[in-house]
């Protein structure tokens, strides 16, 4: 039933547009096929011309001597086309959905004598959209995956440094990559034959890092600093990292890391200014590798507090299991912020910062932590 009243009204369109078109009879040859317009097929919107159309739109071609059209192009993906849409006046036709590998932005009919007429009409497809990275730090020879959209072959990704990576695999919304040597940190570039994006994010981001281990600095737990990983342990992504490696018993208070201003030192300043005003426009980052499921307890985190600690703000709740992986973990800072129940305050002496469970449940704990930075959502051109 729905296929016959689909029929119905794409042949009520075509009459219907064929009639606005032109008064003359399908069966008057008027001379050379011309085109005068694109519209949509809405009868609505009788007025809405158009110079491009997405994939899988239906439209209407409006001219002269256009019955004999025997195959449409859009660049270089040739169209279907339904004999019961053609009149001499106009062609309905679907714009294919496969992405044309040769990008002319042109529309081409050909007749049946052989013929041809072309008309500037783009296709509109997006430029990629870069979105984020299972994991902001890869090791050169890694392979880093990145999530987005409009992923079309072919794509290069570029990273900061000027050198391109190996395209492993690819579908519209992921792509994985060989990190080439070379790489520095900074924005990755992806580009396709519909435009190029800079990503928001930096790979291997080294801004307002104010808890890394590199040295050890604060008041907890120092033991819990990785300087040469074993065969047990994570890879080292970028210098020393912290595990926790033991079984924690609900509501337990263990210190991962942190302390006051004067015990971190100079890293506790890294958090730029914008970030305590407008935490809005900002994420907390850092990168977790699970090699047991955290499923258990409850983290809690201090960061950009100018007084004292508080122990009940921000709660990062299970679960999470990175199956051994390094994932780049991104929290709004707005949401942070909100958590200490008061606007967050300037401070030139540096900032409290404090990593602890405390939480119900007990954890079989094996989870590690690099990198905790803030950095802004966008970076601005």
């Given at each position: 039933?729905?296929?016959?009243?689909?029929?119905?009204?794409?042949?009520?369109?075509?009459?219907?547009?064929?009639?606005?078109?032109?008064?003359?009879?399908?069966?008057?040859?008027?001379?050379?096929?011309?085109?005068?317009?694109?519209?949509?097929?809405?009868?609505?919107?009788?007025?809405?011309?158009?110079?491009?159309?997405?994939?899988?739109?239906?439209?209407?071609?409006?001219?002269?001597?256009?019955?004999?059209?025997?195959?449409?192009?859009?660049?270089?993906?040739?169209?279907?086309?339904?004999?019961?849409?053609?009149?001499?006046?106009?062609?309905?036709?679907?714009?294919?959905?496969?992405?044309?590998?040769?990008?002319?932005?042109?529309?081409?009919?050909?007749?049946?004598?052989?013929?041809?007429?072309?008309?500037?009409?783009?296709?509109?497809?997006?430029?990629?959209?870069?979105?984020?990275?299972?994991?902001?730090?890869?090791?050169?020879?890694?392979?880093?995956?990145?999530?987005?959209?409009?992923?079309?072959?072919?794509?290069?990704?570029?990273?900061?440094?000027?050198?391109?990576?190996?395209?492993?695999?690819?579908?519209?919304?992921?792509?994985?990559?060989?990190?080439?040597?070379?790489?520095?940190?900074?924005?990755?570039?992806?580009?396709?034959?519909?435009?190029?994006?800079?990503?928001?994010?930096?790979?291997?981001?080294?801004?307002?890092?104010?808890?890394?281990?590199?040295?050890?600095?604060?008041?907890?737990?120092?033991?819990?600093?990785?300087?040469?990983?074993g065969a047990d342990a994570p890879e080292s992504i970028n210098g020393n990292y912290i595990r926790v490696n033991q079984p924690i018993a609900g509501w337990s208070w263990l210190e991962?890391?942190?302390?006051?201003?004067?015990?971190?030192?100079?890293?506790?300043?890294?958090?730029?200014?914008?970030?305590?005003?407008?935490?809005?426009?900002?994420?907390?980052?850092?990168?977790?590798?699970?090699?047991?499921?955290?499923?258990?307890?409850?983290?809690?985190?201090?960061?950009?507090?100018?007084?004292?600690?508080?122990?009940?703000?921000?709660?990062?709740?299970?679960?999470?299991?990175?199956?051994?992986?390094?994932?780049?973990?991104?929290?709004?800072?707005?949401?942070?912020?909100?958590?200490?129940?008061?606007?967050?305050?300037?401070?030139?002496?540096?900032?409290?910062?404090?990593?602890?469970?405390?939480?119900?449940?007990?954890?079989?704990?094996?989870?590690?932590?690099?990198n905790f930075r803030v950095v802004p959502k966008v970076i601005k051109k």
């Amino acid at each position: 039933m729905n296929k016959i009243y689909h029929f119905i009204l794409l042949a009520f369109v075509a009459v219907s547009i064929a009639g606005f078109s032109s008064c003359k009879s399908d069966s008057e040859d008027g001379g050379e096929p011309r085109v005068k317009y694109v519209r949509t097929t809405n009868p609505a919107a009788s007025d809405s011309l158009l110079v491009g159309a997405g994939q899988g739109n239906l439209i209407a071609i409006v001219g002269e001597n256009l019955k004999n059209v025997r195959e449409i192009w859009f660049n270089d993906q040739q169209a279907l086309l339904v004999p019961t849409y053609i009149t001499n006046t106009s062609v309905l036709v679907t714009v294919p959905s496969k992405i044309p590998s040769d990008i002319t932005n042109k529309l081409k009919m050909v007749f049946a004598n052989g013929g041809t007429l072309e008309h500037d009409f783009k296709l509109e497809i997006s430029e990629p959209v870069v979105s984020s990275m299972f994991s902001e730090y890869v090791l050169s020879g890694g392979t880093a995956v990145i999530n987005g959209n409009y992923f079309y072959e072919p794509v290069t990704v570029t990273f900061a440094g000027g050198v391109q990576g190996e395209v492993l695999s690819l579908k519209d919304d992921r792509i994985e990559v060989v990190v080439p040597a070379g790489a520095q940190p900074g924005q990755i570039t992806v580009k396709t034959n519909f435009g190029e994006t800079k990503s928001d994010f930096w790979f291997r981001d080294n801004r307002n890092i104010f808890l890394s281990s590199d040295p050890f600095t604060g008041w907890w737990k120092e033991s819990f600093v990785v300087k040469s990983p074993g065969a047990d342990a994570p890879e080292s992504i970028n210098g020393n990292y912290i595990r926790v490696n033991q079984p924690i018993a609900g509501w337990s208070w263990l210190e991962v890391a942190g302390g006051p201003p004067d015990a971190m030192g100079d890293i506790s300043k890294n958090i730029p200014d914008e970030a305590i005003l407008k935490p809005e426009n900002y994420y907390l980052k850092f990168e977790v590798n699970t090699r047991k499921p955290y499923n258990n307890n409850v983290i809690k985190i201090n960061v950009g507090l100018s007084q004292d600690f508080y122990n009940d703000g921000y709660l990062w709740q299970p679960p999470i299991d990175t199956q051994g992986k390094w994932q780049t973990i991104s929290i709004p800072f707005d949401v942070i912020a909100k958590s200490y129940g008061a606007p967050l305050t300037l401070s030139s002496k540096g900032y409290y910062t404090r990593i602890l469970f405390h939480g119900p449940g007990d954890l079989d704990a094996d989870i590690s932590f690099d990198n905790f930075r803030v950095v802004p959502k966008v970076i601005k051109k």
